[in-house]
């Protein structure tokens, strides 16, 4: 019997916890020193209030349908699921689950812990679990992250596929709204059946989709949810204010591992990156995890906060995307496609605008097992003349191109970059388009309504390869932007997840990611690799492997 039990590690990732650069000392620093990863690290205190670099979340705040950071990275510290990721390492934990056993890989039995309550004071049961995931999974409640479910048994039932994707047939109604793989035991036990045996299935209950619901959430079907989410996390959110701040303050009954010193999270909503930075610099905000462009040359932060910053690597990919063929059918040549990928510099661009980063040679994060250096082949090198020459045997290219991109996200330099070298490369003009914020730069795209390229980015949901994968590029699924579809790359990651033992599976995943090479529905740009900036009034500030902040470790200084 295979079980997973509290601690138990599932996915090593080694890359994740390496610095690649630290900063420990400074004036303000109040005494303040670094540990093995090289965070900040100072006394432990009690109390006090963090503000961090926030932005507007792209929709209400339901777990199912929240698919960016904005909101994503509320929700995480809101909700509890039934796993959780090790801050450092991405190591798997248990968090309300008691286990996770299973004797097939198909059939997994999960104990929950008991009298664990939501922030209302309602029970965490099985129920929770089994009515969420349901939601969540229906057709008709049109739910972002849906398709993070279709391994369980019954999902073709509650969301039937659309005959013609996008096209004029309408999909079948949903044979009925509960998945039949899941079968509530008693109050704290339930059980996931899978259409097909997946080994690796656990990692994915970390994810946000995973949260279980209060019964309040059904009332109005998480109208009322959506403005003050209701979870079983260390933080209650208390204040929703999307275009101003978000205010998450520690759930007194909170007592699991990893409880928050702090008392309260602000998360101060910026338009601009360098308004931001100037704050923290000047000690009036707390925490950003973005870094103006003119402040990485040369690592001029390092001089402005004096200590007060670390960068480490995360399970971050940067990259550019096509648009819908249905919505802007000029970019529709693979091999137009591909001589695009080659007339960018990625190491000129990346000089330009993020020094501490890495040129990607594929689809995947190094800090995954299975990734696979050079994925992408030659279309991911800068060569001018192959460039050209794909260029001409596509066609060419009538009109201006465009490269989308959301103002407030430090994207302004390194679009200007890209869009100058394809001009220098393939003589065709190339404009870099900028939207006043996130939310309404990816309601356009959720729209399928963006025409030209337009960035994307993804920070792991859940530390496998398979991430990287199948929620962006499988047909249908809830990232896919450029509605990319591939029957034999969906089969492979079918087959994939279904493998015998981790090295077939992983050789599978590669074998998928080799067929983003030849039809490139997105280009890879680089890797993550965050820089964090904090005040003077914040110690044992902690990144994690995803880039996200580790409020478990962070306290005031007092």
Known sequence: MRALKRG????????????????????????????????????????????????KP??????????????GDVLDNVTAKLVRYHPETGDLENDLAESIETKDSKTFTVKLLKGVKFHDGTEVDADSFIDAWNFAAYAKNAQQNASFFSQI??????????????????????KTDKLSGLKKVNDTTFTITLTRRNSTFPIRLGYTAFSPLPESFFKDKGKSFGKKPIGAGPFKLTSFNPDREIVLEKDPNYDRARKPHIDKVIYRIYTSEDAAYADVQANQLDITNIIPTSKQLDRLYARDLGGRFATRAEGVFQSITFPPTKTDPSYSNPKLRQAISMAIDREQVIKLAFPEREPATGWVSPVVNGYKAG????????????????????????GTMTLAYNGGGNHEVWTEAVCNSIR????????????????????????????????????????????????IYKTNASSNDGNYSNKEFDKLLNDAAAAASEEEGYALYQQAEALLAE?????????????????????NVKVTVFGTYDFSSVTVIK
């Open 424 to 471: 220098s490369v393939l003589g065709v003009e190339c404009i870099a388009k900028g939207s006043v914020d996130f939310a309404s730069f990816r309601s356009a795209i959720e729209a399928k309504e963006q025409k030209g390229m337009f960035r994307t980015g993804w920070q792991m949901d859940y530390p496998s390869i398979e991430n990287f994968l199948e929620p």
């Open 375 to 398: 994925a992408c082949g030659e279309y991911c090198t800068y060569n001018p003349e192959r460039a050209k020459q794909l260029f001409e045997e596509a066609g060419g290219y009538n």
């Open 519 to 539: 039809d490139m529905p997105a280009i890879p740009l680089w890797y993550g690799a965050a820089i964090h900036g904090h005040s003077n009034k914040v110690t």
């Open 153 to 174: 048994q019954g999902f073709e039932d509650v969301n039937p596929e659309d005959p013609d994707g996008d096209g004029p047939k309408d999909p079948p109604d949903p």
């Open 58 to 71: 792209e929709r209400p705040l339901l777990p199912a349908d929240t698919a960016e950071v904005c909101g």
């Open 8 to 55: 138990h590690k599932v996915v090593a990732l080694a890359a994740a916890g390496m610095l690649l650069a630290t900063g420990c000392g400074g004036d303000d620093d109040n005494n303040a020193g670094s540990d093995a990863q090289g965070n900040l690290t100072g006394p432990i205190t009690e109390g006090g209030t963090v503000s961090v670099h926030g932005c």
